[in-house]
């Protein structure tokens, strides 16, 4: 089956600092991928969605400066938490999507803590 | 406004029983619609999907999810629980066209001994 990779799978830093997490499709091109945020015990909540060689689209009310995504290439998509605070610890889930895009395989998370 | 209820936050149920997960749905037409499985700490992993055809879909894990147009629903079943599903359960649904997911809140699974 299709899978997606995750690193790290869990991150600690300090405030102010930048972190990056990476997504990667490992046996498939993924032309969309897509990052969630989840919060404990709640729902995912879909922060953007980008298409290998353009911009991501962002959801309404998440900061596209502060949350910066990159995909390069059709097997790799970052997130870039940028000037990252307390308030964006949380765990984070990217999924990848073929061209037929109905189906996503998601990867296991990374778990940022921000002190 | 698409949207996905499960109205159960969480079920308990004993090891051996049969289970039956709710989800109702929201949306103009016929959605694409999932149910995925996630354990603590772990990302999402796909049970099931239906897309069109038979109302009566097969997963993995022995577990199957009927879709009821006729009352916006799409639950999910498994005739005898396992210890290790105890998990967190999602409901979605993807529209036809941006191919947007939208999550319900999800159900905690308990399984009891």
């Known amino acids: 089956g299709a899978v997606v990779s995750q690193h790290p799978s869990r991150v600690i830093c300090k405030s102010g600092t930048s972190v990056k997490i990476e997504c990667r499709s490992l046996?498939?091109?993924?032309?969309?991928m897509f990052w969630y945020r989840q919060f404990p015990k709640k729902s995912l909540m879909l922060m953007a969605t980008?298409?290998?060689?353009?911009?991501?689209?962002?959801e309404q009310g998440v900061e596209k400066d502060k949350f910066l995504i990159n995909h390069a290439s059709l097997t790799l998509s970052t997130l870039t938490v940028t000037s990252a605070h307390p308030e964006d610890s949380s765990f984070y889930i990217c999924?990848?999507?073929?061209?037929?895009?109905?189906?996503?395989?998601f990867g296991p998370g990374t778990r940022l803590l921000v002190l | 406004a698409q949207s996905v209820t499960q109205p159960d936050i969480h079920i308990t149920v004993s090891e051996g029983a049969s289970l039956e997960l709710r989800c109702n749905y929201s949306?103009?037409?016929?959605?694409?619609l999932f149910w995925y499985v996630q354990s603590p700490g772990q990302g999402l992993q796909l049970l099931l999907k239906?897309?069109?055809?038979?109302?009566l879909v097969q997963g993995i894990k022995g577990f199957e999810a009927e879709f009821k147009r006729s009352q916006s629903s799409f639950n999910l079943r498994k005739p005898s629980v396992h210890w290790s599903d105890a998990a967190e359960y999602f409901c979605a649904v993807v529209n036809t066209g941006g191919f947007k997911t939208i999550f319900g809140a999800g159900t905690r699974l308990f399984v009891k001994a």
């Open positions: 949306y103009g037409a016929t959605p694409y």
């Open positions: 046996d498939f091109q993924a032309t969309t």
């Open positions: 999924s990848a999507s073929q061209v037929d895009r109905e189906t996503q395989y």
């Open positions: 980008s298409n290998e060689g353009s911009k991501a689209t962002y």
């Open positions: 239906y897309f069109s055809g038979d109302t």
